[in-house]
């Protein structure tokens, strides 16, 4: 993986948990309503899975001088 994919996924990954973010604050304000039965805990989980894997890499790629 070259770091141009690298730094997609993490934006990707940071995006994924902000948006996530948004939609637990939504379901604890409408408990009810259609999106407070998606699984925001396992998305912020997910993104923040993907956004540590993506800067490990990244510095992997620092180190060796591949950036």
């Known amino acids: 993986m070259d770091s141009h994919n690298t730094i997609a996924l993490l934006a ?25 039965y998606l699984p925001w805990h396992a998305m912020i989980f997910a993104g923040i899975a993907a ?8 510095y992997g790629l620092a180190r060796v001088g591949a950036l």
């Open 12 to 36: 990707g990954g940071l995006m994924l948990t902000l948006a996530a973010s948004l939609g637990d604050q939504a379901r604890r304000r409408a408990p009810l309503a259609w999106h407070a």
């Open 51 to 58: 956004a540590l894997f993506a800067a490990v890499h990244l």
